[in-house]
């Protein structure tokens, strides 16, 4: 998402509103009135990201914080209903004519901060980013928590941007029971686990994100996503494991669903899955 609004970057804002929906609104704050004339005339000047929010930067350093949370998307192209659209920001002096939220389920939020808000608003509630986390920084956060791994992973204060599919990719990539409890995992599986997240979702990336069958994400410009296609577990229950024709499972922990493989993912976790060049062996 961050990458797929990068254009917008120099773009000068005309104007912020809610088009017209008769969903239940979105969590927006300030009041959509307040955001407008706070940002008019200003121009974006970066495009960060914070765990699994977007981080529209502006040039007096205020910063909208975008969380799409189950199903929002961020777009520069038009939107796949015109129902759901929840935000517009009018844009000129760049390639594009307006940034879109739109969510189907409403559980996205907005947030436009000050500059000095972005610590204790955003930063202060997460842990290190997936991508820059080490075995021993995540090992110092769960090592001693009796939750399940794959609880543990989604939540963002310990480590920040594992969502579920990822974090049920990164378990079988590592070859570790997703019910295995922190507390039982040994520094050689900590380090699988930060391998496996790095090669999970640097793949996922460059895939531009996962297009599940119920069709919702879409990238910037409404296209679908193609990590899906390189899923091992996720959405494939009672199919063959790939690498050891078992048969994969479904269950449920912390109401949402995990998919593993119980022969590749022992709780022992003796055998090794992830070899150099990060593929199964
Ligand atoms: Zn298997």
């Not at 914080?65 to 199903?71: G, L, N, Q």
Request: hydrophobic share 35%.
């Amino acid at each position: 998402m961050r990458r797929g609004v990068l254009p917008i970057v120099g773009s000068r804002i005309e104007s912020v509103d809610c088009p017209p929906c008769l969903r239940r609104p979105i969590q927006i704050r300030p009041r959509i009135d307040a955001i407008d004339r706070r940002l008019r005339g200003h121009t974006v000047s970066g495009i960060g990201r914070r765990g699994k929010r977007v981080m529209i930067e502006f040039d007096d350093g205020q910063v909208m914080v975008i969380e799409p949370r189950m199903t929002g998307l961020v777009l520069l192209a038009d939107p796949p209903t015109t129902d759901h659209l929840r935000l517009r920001i009018v844009l000129s002096g760049g390639p594009c004519e307006q940034l879109l939220f739109w969510d189907r389920r409403g559980l996205g939020t907005i947030r436009l901060l000050h500059a000095t808000e972005v610590i204790s608003i955003v930063d202060a509630k997460l842990g290190v980013d997936a991508l820059q986390i080490t075995a021993d920084q995540l090992r110092q956060k769960l090592g001693t928590s009796r939750r399940a791994i794959k609880v543990a992973l989604l939540d963002q204060a310990a480590v920040a941007g594992i969502g579920n599919l990822y974090a049920a990719e990164i378990l079988y990539l590592a070859g570790i029971d997703p019910r295995t409890r922190c507390d039982k995992l040994t520094g050689p599986q900590w380090s699988r686990i930060v391998r496996a997240t790095g090669e999970v979702l640097e793949l996922a990336i460059s895939h531009e994100g996962s297009t599940l069958s119920d069709g919702t994400y879409r990238n910037a410009l409404n296209d679908a996503g193609g990590y899906q296609n390189y899923h091992r577990v996720y959405d494939r229950a009672e199919k063959p494991c790939l690498r050891c024709g078992g048969t994969i499972r479904r269950i449920v922990q912390a109401q949402r669903s995990t998919f593993f493989c119980p022969n590749c993912q022992r709780k022992s976790g003796l055998h090794k899955s992830v070899v150099a060049d990060g593929t199964l062996e």
